[in-house]
């Protein structure tokens, strides 16, 4: 099984009150070993971050036919429901060794056709300094009713940059990994 993973953002970076987290760079290898055979049609993407591994694998297809496209979402709903909760105690068990192994918690998820849900996955938060300028961007997305606290309108403005913004963010994490590469390469000057 050959997943795809974006592990090298879980390298342990070490900033201000930020405590070393092993590197998860073997993270994909070790939940293909580690993940039963028939979970998933394919390969699970898996997402690695300083605090949290995010697995989320496709269902098998349903053959059943549906009256509408809303009917054929229920019935995509329902199959995901069924694989978390026939699926629960050994993700559990897995995620409990993963996160001995990694120090981060693990979430999961689902996709079937045109649905994916996640379950359990973590909400951490990260604090910044905004001036006013920014500040006042917030407020607006507040005020108009997009979102309901400052908090939610940072939260909404980094997901829509993260749409827009998919190639160019995928272009720098390709940079930032042949950087990696380079310095593992590089002398030891330890």
């Known amino acids: ?3 795809r993973t974006h592990a090298q953002w879980g390298r342990g970076w070490k900033g201000r009150g930020q405590a070393e987290v092993p590197p998860a760079d073997d993270a994909a290898g ?7 055979d028939g979970w998933f049609t394919g390969t699970p993407d898996i997402t690695v971050d300083r605090e949290e591994i995010l ?20 019935a995509e709903s329902g199959r995901i429901s069924r694989f978390r909760e026939e699926t629960r105690e050994h993700r559990i068990e897995i995620a409990r060794q993963a996160e001995h192994r990694y ?5 999961w998820g689902a996709r079937l056709g045109g649905t994916e849900e ?6 951490v938060p990260v604090m910044t300094r905004l001036r006013q300028p920014e500040r006042l961007v917030l407020d607006t997305l507040v005020d108009a009713g997009v ?11 980094v997901r829509l940059v993260g749409q827009h913004a998919e190639e ?22 330890g």
Not at 30 to 36: E, H, Q, T, V
Not at 103 to 107: A, D, P, Y
Not at 147 to 157: E, F, G, I, K, V
Request: net charge negative; charged share 30%.
């Open 55 to 74: 697995i989320v694998g496709e269902l098998p297809a349903l053959t059943d036919e549906f009256a509408d496209d809303a009917a054929r979402a229920a």
């Open 30 to 36: 070790w939940f293909a070993g580690r993940l039963p």
């Open 103 to 107: 120090q981060r918690k693990v979430s």
């Open 147 to 157: 979102a309901r606290s400052r908090s939610d309108a940072l939260a909404w403005t």
């Open 168 to 189: 160019w963010l995928g272009e720098l994490r390709e940079a930032m990994s042949k950087v990696d590469e380079l310095r593992r390469e590089g002398p030891d000057l």
């Open 118 to 123: 996640l379950f359990t996955t973590q909400s």
């Open 1 to 3: 099984m050959d997943m």
